[in-house]
DNA sequence: ATGGGGGTTCCAGTCACGGGAAGGTCAAGG
DNA sequence: CCTTGACCTTCCCGTGACTGGAACCCCCAT
């Protein structure tokens, strides 16, 4: 398979196949042209780092989990640590943008939105709040 | 004012102050010895910078806030349409990592994280959901 | 004179790619 | 045989909003 046929099938770019090529997430083989071929393990292998991606991993994250995930002896311990971090990251990040949206939501409510000046998005901001 | 006090001031580091006149955000003075000299209105500014930022506003959000600001003329719908086009941001990006952690919420609890290898996180990153 | 705590510039790195240039390869059609 | 067009290759630059660090200057106190 070329890394057309394999963007169509994992759906990531090839430009960021490549990218995973390059820092050695996946290593397919290469044809006597120079095109990369691709076995179905590569495959499985970008659809999971697809999948691990989409889920918000980073990919220094996604790197432990292909690990784990190929080696028979892991405990699950270890891949729920990962996992639990990972949801911790991204709560704190819920929490954050939660906050945000909550003080936005409160001024966007209190400005009029026609055609004068005053504005308390803009006295907020000012710091005449 | 030096930077130093500036920093202590706002708050912000003095290498996002020096950012901050890099890209023109701020303009303050010079010494005779090269170092920025700070008036009030460049704090206040860089103050207004801080809080919208915090806010999650991008620095061309600032820029266009901070003209606003400047601007006696402006009309507050002008502000708030740039407020809401930023918290409609802010909410797909809570959608999003809410599905995130929903989806890693039931993983983690279906995952023993025992020292055995079996992983249903692993599982469902390798496809077999 | 020396030490320490300011300040300055500039360059490189972050993260996970995306855009685009310049060029090689392959299969089909005229 | 030639061309066209769709592939593929590498390489380099840009993104956003900074952060770290090097190398150097300035000023005050001891």
Known sequence: ?????????TGLPA???RY??????????????????FRSQDVHKLNFLGRARALGFT????????ALYEDETRASADVKKVARAHMAQIEAKIADLNAM????????DACAGDDRPDCPILQDLGGQA
């Open 20 to 37: 995973y090529e390059d820092i050695g997430l996946v290593k397919p083989l290469r044809d006597d042209n120079g095109y990369r071929r």
């Open 1 to 9: 398979m070329n890394i057309g046929d394999v963007s169509n099938q």
């Open 59 to 66: 990919i220094e994250d996604c790197r432990t989990l292909m």
């Open 101 to 108: 949206r909550d003080t936005l939501s409160h001024l966007i």
């Open 15 to 17: 430009k960021t196949i």
